[in-house]
């Protein structure tokens, strides 16, 4: 099993979300909301939605 990075983005209620797009954590840094770089074990990425349909974040 590998690792990768991630990153575990906090709400001010409290609510986490952890995800592996550098872009969706810098979105996120700029609302506000707390973020921390974790290490995610398993395989594959986890698809970002906005970048798998050329969204803007």
């Known amino acids: ?29 700029r609302m506000g909301r707390t973020v921390a770089s974790i290490r995610i074990y398993g395989r594959g990425k986890w698809p970002c939605s906005a970048c798998m349909y050329s969204l803007t974040h």
């Open 1 to 29: 099993m590998k690792a990768r990075r991630g990153y575990q983005v906090t709400d001010a209620n409290g609510t986490k979300w952890v995800g592996d797009c550098a872009r969706w954590a810098e979105a996120a840094r």
